[in-house]
């Protein structure tokens, strides 16, 4: 079997954490903690028959990527890269941050994702959908696409030509 | 007419020939001959082929050095990882022999001046050297093992004696624990090397791309650590030295039993004899 790191990061309180358990263990939370450093947490996912095993490292929020310490990054095979959808602020350094995170990880393959989706009108997100042209709508609450993007990157991380960003 | 005219000049052109080309054809004889003998051959041959070896020895640096040079700089290059993951260990068994022995020298010199100045001590009285006095007696065990890559924190190979949540997140956890550590003290040349918790401790030893975390119960006299850091690097040296960036499954069956034999299995850290 193999094993694959995939790193969620972006700004704080868009909902990485959120994401995480409900994909680990699909619940969700309406209270909000603050993620202290990272959390580590494992979950298989099946592939055409072949079985990924996907570490996942929710990283704590930060307004740029810059502060997450580089070595949270290092290894891994995918990042999530998640912003509000109800918070513009969490999408505004969005270029900036995807550009310092392909320095640290020339070629890693990176998923822009709106979280919250369950908050907004679909007037707002095709406004952000222009912006910011992202790989996946997600809300953690009721849990739409959630499963299929990490789904999504076990196949593209599969693939022998890998689609990058 | 014109027949037997021909048959006759065949024959003297047969004469002729056999005039002229006599040696000839005993000298073509005899080269067949040679040809066809093995032994004959071989006599002929081998002088001029261990000349030609003699040659080849004596001028092989300077014909194909530098071939043979590129090539050994390519592997060196493609190979770069595998190659200090085998050196890194080695060096550490290096090291901590002289240390060691730095150190029992130091320590058979402290013990030497002790007997001399010191006969009435209790300990002295009860036979026991200083350092035997210093080490705690209680025991202690590995309990669990693990080998995580450094970067990633994706689990190389584990062994257990207890049940635990789930190792990939422990390495996980622990990757960024140590990389947490080490980023906030920017202390760059300087690795976590444990994490203490009451009667466990969790020791780490940093090789080039992965490391080694040992968990184990009870209180770890330095002895004890000093064993187990051979013990690690004699596992690193024999058992890490290739490239452990995409291991197979068949791998990681391998290094966890190798992991069971050298630290669960039979493995109890023997405290020192009383």
């Known amino acids: ?165 | 007419m014109g027949t037997s005219t021909t048959a006759k000049d065949q024959h003297l052109l047969e004469r002729l020939r056999e005039a002229l080309l006599h040696d000839d054809r005993q000298e073509l004889a005899e080269l067949r001959h040679i040809l066809n003998t093995r032994e004959e051959l071989e006599e002929r041959i081998n002088p001029i082929i261990e000349e030609h070896l003699l040659e080849l020895e004596q001028n092989f640096p300077d014909t194909y050095l530098q071939v043979v040079q590129k090539v050994i700089d390519r592997r060196l290059q493609q190979k770069q990882d595998e190659l200090i993951n085998i050196i890194y260990p080695r060096l550490g068994i290096m090291v901590r022999k002289y240390i060691s022995d730095e150190i029992r020298m130091w320590m058979e010199r402290l013990q030497e001046n002790i007997r001399r100045t010191s006969h009435s001590v209790f300990w002295w009285r009860r036979r026991k050297s200083a350092a035997e006095i210093i080490i705690d007696n209680s025991r202690s065990i590995v309990e669990e093992v693990y080998v995580i890559s450094h970067e990633s924190g994706l689990l190389l190979g584990s062994a257990s004696s207890v049940e635990t949540v789930d190792k990939d997140m422990i390495a996980g956890m622990l990757t960024a624990i140590k990389a947490f550590v080490e980023d906030a003290f920017k202390r760059t040349d300087e690795e976590l090397q444990g994490i203490r918790y009451g009667a466990y401790e969790i020791i780490i030893y940093n090789f080039f791309n992965y490391y080694i975390a040992i968990a184990a119960a009870g209180s770890i006299s330095e002895q004890e650590r000093d064993e187990l850091a051979d013990k690690i690097l004699e596992f690193a040296a024999k058992e890490l030295n290739h490239d452990l960036q995409q291991p197979d499954p068949i791998f990681y069956a391998k290094i966890k039993r190798q992991l069971e034999a050298y630290f669960i299995t039979p493995y109890k850290i023997s405290p020192p004899n009383d």
Do not use: C
């Not at chain 1, 490292?57 to 995918?78: I, T």
């Not at chain 1, 499963?147 to 599969?158: K, V």
């Open chain 1, 1 to 165: 079997m193999i094993s694959k790191k995939v790193v969620i990061t972006g700004h704080f309180g868009v909902g990485k954490t959120s994401l995480f358990n409900r994909f680990i263990s699909n619940t969700f939370n309406e209270k909000y903690l603050t993620t202290i450093g990272v959390r580590v947490d494992k979950k298989m996912v099946e592939i055409d028959g072949q079985e990924v095993s996907l570490v996942i490292w929710d990283l704590a929020g930060e307004v740029s990527q810059e502060k997450v310490p580089r070595s949270y990054f290092l290894g891994a095979s995918a990042i999530i890269y998640v912003f509000d959808l109800s918070r513009p602020a969490t999408f505004s350094r969005l270029d900036d941050d995807l550009q310092y995170i392909q320095t640290v990880l020339p070629n890693v393959l990176v998923r822009k994702v709106g979280n919250k989706k369950d908050l907004v009108t679909n007037e707002t997100l095709q406004n952000i959908h222009q912006q910011t042209n992202p790989h996946y709508f997600t809300s953690a609450r009721t849990g739409e696409n959630v499963l299929e993007l990490f789904q999504n990157i076990a196949r593209a991380m599969l693939s022998p030509t890998p689609d990058r960003p």
